[in-house]
């Protein structure tokens, strides 16, 4: 076998393990799946996982990683162009929140991003985060969620940066509920969606994000916040 046989075949094997990863944390969870039930499904050695990843918390980053880079590049290369296009302007929330949370939906609905099963692993990741992955999720990609959280400072001057805040956690909540599909909506209040699944994936972006903007225009509710507090307040903690 020449060397770019081998590097073929070892790319191959770590894509495998990737994808098989990628199901079992969506299917049971990071804590129910072990390195053993994921080779298994990747049809790979557990000596194969090692080599690639050498732990469990390694594949889950490297898992994250691969998906989210690619919509995280895609996420401040929407943002800069918008900013370019705003000639120095605030931009629309409109457009921020389209260009975030738009974004996701976009991308990872195309099977070679992921597809269905990446969005609900990360739906599930968002929700119930072993500390590791929170501690990652939140270093990883600081800088990508410290530029929108300025953008829609800029874009709502009127609006306390505390509460601006807040209201993107609900909104990272309410896009991690609805990317988990509707088999949660029927657990919970037992109600029938009268959608195909077609039509539910078709509608589910336009559907979000007038709920988003909803909650990003309410009305301020009634409580003291102070300046430094606002001033300091980090979209993850």
């Known amino acids: 076998m020449t060397k770019q046989s081998q590097e073929l075949t070892q790319k191959d094997t770590r894509e495998r393990i990737l994808d098989a990863a990628e199901l079992m944390f969506m299917q049971h969870g990071y804590d129910g799946s072990s390195m053993r039930t994921v080779t298994s499904e990747a049809g790979v050695n557990l000596a194969a996982a090692n080599y690639h990843f ?12 691969r998906r989210l880079d690619v919509i995280n590049q895609e996420r401040m290369r929407l943002l800069d162009e918008a900013e370019a296009k705003a000639g120095g302007k605030p931009l629309k929330p409109s457009v921020i929140i389209d260009c975030f949370f738009g974004t996701l939906l976009r991308v990872a609905a195309d099977q070679k991003a992921g597809g269905e099963t990446f969005l609900r692993l990360l739906g599930r990741t968002i929700t119930d985060p072993s500390d590791f992955i929170r501690t990652f999720m939140s270093s990883e990609y600081a800088d990508v969620l410290e530029r929108y959280k300025e953008a829609l ?20 909540g309410a896009t991690s509920y609805a990317i988990t599909g509707t088999d949660s909506l029927r657990l919970v209040t037992d109600w029938q969606v009268d959608e195909g699944v077609a039509e539910q994936e078709e509608n589910l972006l336009p559907r979000l994000m007038s709920f988003l903007l909803g909650g990003l225009r309410a009305p301020l509710p009634k409580i003291e916040i102070s300046v430094e507090e606002a001033a300091s307040a980090p979209f993850v903690k």
């Not at 940066?161 to 990272?172: D, G, N, P, S, T």
């Open 54 to 65: 050498g732990s469990k918390e390694a594949l889950m980053q490297a898992v994250l990683r």
């Open 153 to 172: 400072f800029r874009s709502l001057p009127d609006v306390p940066k505390a509460e601006i805040v807040w209201r993107f956690h609900f909104m990272l």
